[in-house]
């Protein structure tokens, strides 16, 4: 670590921060092709409401380091003090820092924040993504965005996200997650997107209701592993992405405000009249949902003809 940290500060390790890129690019792309992970095309039909919290071009951007890296100065990736308290904000990161002499070992305080030095933090942003990462690293306070893809985290444990009031998104894409503690996004009042996508869950915990995008696709989740009526208190909620796992029924009920529900490549062979519209008020009018997928299931939708009045368009699905 300290070594790390003294590589840091002479700049040296600018070099490797940027060799991440093209490979990143590459997996990226691999997942584009591979899994759709990454269906933008589908996204801008979408999200023409949505502004700037899933603003794709914007999404896109984060996967290209090349944009950031010209902004990156060699002093927002030294090491920062010990003592939390002493912490420069991270906003403040933008202050001409003074040049540091790359010598004294001593008062270095490599162990202080670990994501820093490991990771490559800008602004409120914290890029630690393909980095070797057995667990969430400690995060600053200050953290909105965090990016911990394609690691070999195993659990997320209830205090790696304490007290981070500020957390918006939490992507912890292509990891060995396993395990989650129930109550570790429950406290996080600000959180909007987690995603979780292939990973090896075999239950989701309990979601704080901030969120608008929950993405936990290609885990291993069956219906068994979702609370009781996940979903219906989260009035924000509007992408619920699930596809590529082992559920055997619609969650129900689901939230007014949900616009896109993916549940393709599950194992779905039935449904209730009721979990779309309900069967007592036709005139109901659901116009937000517009995107829900069944299709890869064993369900066949034309036993349910009652089920879609609500809707703005029948999902994707077998039909006869
Ligand atoms: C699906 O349900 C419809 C309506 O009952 C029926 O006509 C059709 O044969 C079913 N298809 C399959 C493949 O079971």
Redesign the pocket.
Known sequence: MRILALLCITSLCLGAVWAVPAKERRKVEKMNDDLELYDLDNYDLTLDNYGEIIDLSNYEELYDYGDFAPKVEVGTLAPRPKDPVALPTLGAAAEPLKPQPPSPPAPIPAQGLPSCPLCLCIGTSVYCDDADLEHIPSLPPETTYLYARFNRIGAIRASDFTGLKKLKRIDLSSNFISWADVDAFHQLSSLQELLLPENRLTALPELPRSIIRLDARLNRIPSAGLRHEAFRDLKQLQFLHLSDNQLDYIPAPLPQSLRSLHLQNNNIQTMHEDTFCDSQDHSQVRRALEDIRLDGNPI????F?NAYFCLPRLPTG???
């Not at 066949?300 to 036993?303: A, P, V």
């Open positions: 066949n939708l034309s036993l003809p077998r039909f006869s």
